[in-house]
Nanobody
Framework: QVQLEESGGGLVQPGGSLRLSCLSS????????MGWYRRAPGKERELVAM???????KYEDSVKGRFTISRDRVKNTVTLQMNSLQPEDTAVYFC?????????WGQGSQVTVSP
């Protein structure tokens, strides 16, 4: 059973930074795609950032230049560094991984950006 465990969420003031980390119970070499989604209150879940197997990545337009996704194949983690956070970034953030047709999700980590 694959498990993805998130950590690093919390409360931060506008302009601040947080780092989300997702630890996989298996080697991340098993996954093609790894990334982060978020669901803000009253909104649909949306893709925030995705890291692809061969090194490319994709970001939602509103986070480009502020968020950075990275994989650590030694630690079996995918990390989302979030800088210049704004209140509209407030959401539950979910770690995601895909291996072929199989998809896996973390339990979610709350990020709140508020003065």
């Amino acid at each position: 059973q694959v498990q993805l465990e998130e950590s690093g969420g919390g409360l931060v003031q506008p302009g601040g930074s947080l780092r989300l980390s997702c630890l996989s119970s298996i080697s991340i070499f098993s996954f093609n795609d790894m990334g982060w989604y978020r669901r803000a209150p009253g909104k649909e879940r949306e893709l925030v950032a995705m890291s692809y197997r061969y090194g490319s990545s994709k970001y939602e337009d509103s986070v480009k230049g502020r968020f950075t996704i990275s994989r650590d194949r030694v630690k079996n983690t995918v990390t989302l560094q979030m800088n210049s956070l704004q209140p509209e970034d407030t959401a539950v953030y979910f770690c995601y991984a895909a291996a072929g047709i199989d998809e896996y999700w973390g339990q979610g980590s709350q990020v709140t950006v508020s003065p």
